[in-house]
């Protein structure tokens, strides 16, 4: 399984950004496909997760209302639309796929398939 994300840059308070995910090396029925994030010195951070086969969604709070993530199956890909971004959204966003629930997904990263990151600064 390969993820490679993208779409990370440099963006002002309230702009927004996208990144997306390509997936591939297997089919994704039954997995949470998933974004985390980590500022400097800190712990990764769930931010949002979806599920492959029936598109239901999680968020993390800090998030909720202002990110939303999707797919495109066509494309093996996942995106995460961010808007009004505030400068505490910096950091590094990595993709992640596991055979799990979305919620399951949220709650441990034990057993994730990780992607490389992409920097995503706001400034202020």
């Known amino acids: 399984v390969q993820l490679q994300a993208s779409g990370g840059g440099l963006v002002q308070a309230g702009g927004s950004l996208r990144l997306s995910c390509a997936a591939s090396?297997?089919?994704?029925?039954?997995?949470?496909m998933g974004w985390f994030r980590q500022a400097p010195a800190k712990a990764r951070n769930f931010v949002a997760a979806?599920?492959?086969?029936?598109?239901?969604?999680v968020y993390a709070d800090s998030v909720k209302g202002r990110f939303t993530i999707s797919k495109d199956n066509a494309k093996n890909t996942v995106y995460l639309q961010m808007n009004s971004l505030k400068p505490e959204d910096t950091a590094v966003y990595y993709c992640?796929?596991?055979?799990?629930?979305?919620?399951?997904?949220?709650?441990?990263?034990?057993?994730?398939?990780w992607g490389k990151g992409t920097q995503v600064t706001v400034s202020s």
């Open positions: 979806i599920n492959w086969s029936t598109n239901s969604t």
């Open positions: 992640a796929a596991r055979r799990t629930s979305p919620q399951t997904m949220r709650v441990t990263s034990r057993g994730n398939i």
């Open positions: 090396g297997r089919s994704f029925s039954n997995y949470a």
